[in-house]
Each structure stands twice: as structure tokens, then as C-alpha cells.
């Protein structure tokens, strides 16, 4: 099975869904957010891996027209439910043939949404995204940060003079383990980039971490333009600027045209 089957089901998991509508804003998008206001108030915006619809309740206020999709069937349902006005679609950023070329104004892709896939695939995300976009659009999302200090983890399993608390530690340290045996056969370390089995979800998923200058090559290879680079704090950080304590760092870029920025 490819690592890529994987991260789906995962993502198709009922569980899974249910902990992401408890998720807020993260402090690094409200940041984003307030200083890109101008980028996607009242303009075409399209979420791209919106999930249970963590940002669609504050992106779709400010749009003038917003669409969302994800490629988890479960998600979208549970999305389309809860935001019943919106365009909420099942489809796979490698493939967003059912939008035109430059149909949107802003691109989000948050949460972490691109490191579920492997690397020739993340290139044609990044593209698609790029394609989507009209001239001097805003392409805002997150990646993993190879750079951080505790990307690779082992399972270690807790104790607690309660009992049952203990029971509980000790079924889901199991869950973790089994997940861990048959998950870090996919790891592997490239020239600026690493594919890990981190903690996420139990250990469920083999996620694509990145560091800063690689990541800046491959916007500017698929044809964006870099701007900004935040941690997780929500600090703007340098290229190649200290982040060993940022696990993700959120960059945000604009699409160039014919090799220059509009």
C-alpha cells in the first residue's frame, strides 16, 4: 500500500473528523490573516484541504465568492453539512480540473494539507494551486519543518496512579506502536527534504517535512514568488531564520507571470 492510501484513510477516519471541528484558528493564520486582509476580502478565494471547516467559518465572511475542498469524502460531508450555502467539493488539489485558470483571487491550503502527499505529487499540488490562480494572486498554506528539533519521535507510554487512566494509556501506547511498526518502513531522508512517520494521529501518518530554502526553490520553480515565511508563534522569520522550535512554518507566496511578479 502507498504511503499515500495511507494518509487518505486516515483522513476518511470518523474520529478524526469529529477532533477537527474542535480545532480554532491557529495564532500563526490569524496573523496571516490580519495582514493579508486586503488579499482576500471581498475577493475569489478558494480553501483548499478545509476539513470539517476549521477556516471556512471565518474565510466565507469575507469572500466575495468561496469554495472549498478536500480529497476525504467524510470531511467534506461533515462540511457541506455544517455550511450548507457554501461550495463545499470532494477533489484532490494534484487534480482541480473542475476550476478554470485563474478562478481565484487567494488559495489557502492550511493545516499541513500538502505533507500527506509524496514529493512528485506535492509538485503537481503546487502547480495546480498556482494554476487556479489569477495573476498576482496570494497562495497562503503550511508544511512540516525538517529543521525542528523533535520531528522524530518514538511511542512512550505515560504512567498514572489511576487505574483506569492507566488501562486507557496503555491501549492507546499499543495503538501507537502498531501504527509505528507499520508506518516507518516508508521513511526516507532526500536532499532538503525527509518523509517521517511523526506522532500525528497516533503515529497514522508518513508526512513530508521541508526546510526553508528547499521549500522557497519550489514555489519559485513552479512559478510563485516567495514573500513571507511564519512559525508557529506567529513571528515572520528570515529565510533560513532559526526554527528548531517551529514543528510548521506557513509561507505565504503570489504567482508570477511569464517569470516576473504582477
Keep these: 500500500m502507498s504511503y499515500d492510501a495511507i494518509n487518505r484513510g486516515t483522513y476518511e477516519s470518523r474520529r478524526l473528523v469529529e477532533q477537527y471541528t474542535r480545532y480554532p484558528l491557529q495564532?500563526?493564520?490569524v496573523m496571516i490573516f490580519m495582514k493579508y486582509q486586503n488579499a482576500f476580502a471581498g475577493k475569489r478565494v478558494l480553501d483548499v484541504g478545509a476539513g470539517a471547516g476549521r477556516t471556512t467559518e471565518y474565510m466565507c465572511r469575507w469572500a466575495a465568492s468561496y469554495s472549498c475542498v478536500d480529497y476525504?469524502?467524510?470531511?467534506?460531508?461533515?462540511?457541506?453539512r455544517r455550511f450548507s450555502e457554501i461550495e463545499c467539493l470532494c477533489c484532490d488539489v494534484r487534480d482541480m480540473s473542475t476550476f478554470k485558470d485563474g478562478q481565484f483571487d487567494f488559495v489557502l491550503f492550511a493545516n499541513n494539507g500538502l505533507d500527506s502527499l509524496g514529493h512528485e505529487d506535492r509538485i503537481q499540488g503546487?502547480?495546480?494551486?498556482r494554476r487556479v490562480l489569477a495573476d498576482g494572486g496570494i497562495y497562503v498554506f503550511s508544511t512540516h519543518n525538517r529543521n525542528y528539533r523533535h520531528c522524530r519521535t518514538e511511542p512512550e507510554l505515560d504512567f498514572t496512579a489511576d487505574p483506569i487512566a492507566q488501562m486507557r494509556r496503555i491501549v492507546l501506547h499499543r495503538r501507537r506502536m502498531?501504527?509505528?511498526?507499520?508506518?516507518?518502513a516508508y521513511e526516507r531522508d532526500e536532499q532538503g527534504y525527509s518523509?517521517?512517520?511523526d506522532s500525528s494521529h497516533n503515529y497514522a501518518l508518513i508526512t513530508?517535512?521541508?526546510d526553508q530554502r528547499t521549500q522557497s526553490a519550489q514555489l519559485r520553480d513552479v512559478g510563485f514568488e516567495p514573500l513571507e515565511v511564519y512559525d508557529s508563534s506567529g513571528?515572520?522569520?528570515?529565510?533560513?531564520?532559526a526554527d528548531e522550535d517551529s514543528s510548521w512554518l506557513y509561507y505565504i507566496a503570489r504567482k508570477v507571470s511569464n517569470g516576473s511578479p504582477v
Design 126 to 129: 503546487l502547480s495546480e494551486c
Design 195 to 197: 518523509i517521517i512517520n
Design 27 to 29: 495564532i500563526a493564520e
Design 235 to 241: 513571528s515572520s522569520i528570515p529565510l533560513d531564520g
Design 178 to 184: 502498531r501504527n509505528r511498526v507499520q508506518n516507518k
Design 208 to 210: 513530508y517535512y521541508i
Design 72 to 80: 476525504s469524502s467524510r470531511m467534506v460531508d461533515h462540511c457541506k
